[in-house]
């Protein structure tokens, strides 16, 4: 499966963007789906995940309840609605998918390019 993010941008803290993860290809309903990001200097951390019946999520602390993913496998897409955003969410987003579900990123061998997405204070 290929992915192809987008929806990132410039906002101000507390403003909202949706990012969107379009998916290739006729399996993207067997897939799960995360969202990680990576922030200047640290490493990669996981950010939200979607079974791929889309009947359960899971959030890192730091997004939970500002953060919500969800899917549309008739569109082959996930997106990721971002509320409250503050400085500290600025990082590259990547979408990935996985056939195993769960928040650690090895589980996930395929990955989209990531789209900037930068919360101004």
């Known amino acids: 499966v290929q992915l192809q993010a987008s929806g990132g941008g410039l906002v101000q803290a507390g403003g909202s963007l949706r990012l969107s993860c379009a998916a290739s290809?006729?399996?993207?309903?067997?897939?799960?789906m995360g969202w990680f990001r990576q922030a200047p200097g640290k490493e990669r951390e996981f950010v939200a995940s979607?079974?791929?019946?889309?009947?359960?999520?899971y959030y890192a602390d730091s997004v939970k309840g500002r953060f919500t993913i969800s899917r549309g496998n008739a569109k082959n897409t996930v997106y990721l609605q971002m509320n409250s955003l503050k400085p500290e969410d600025t990082a590259v987003y990547c979408c990935a998918a996985s056939l195993s579900y769960g928040t650690d990123e090895r589980l996930y061998g395929y990955w989209g390019q990531g789209t900037q997405v930068t919360v101004s204070s």
């Open positions: 979607v079974r791929a019946n889309g009947l359960a999520t």
């Open positions: 290809g006729r399996t993207f309903s067997s897939y799960h």
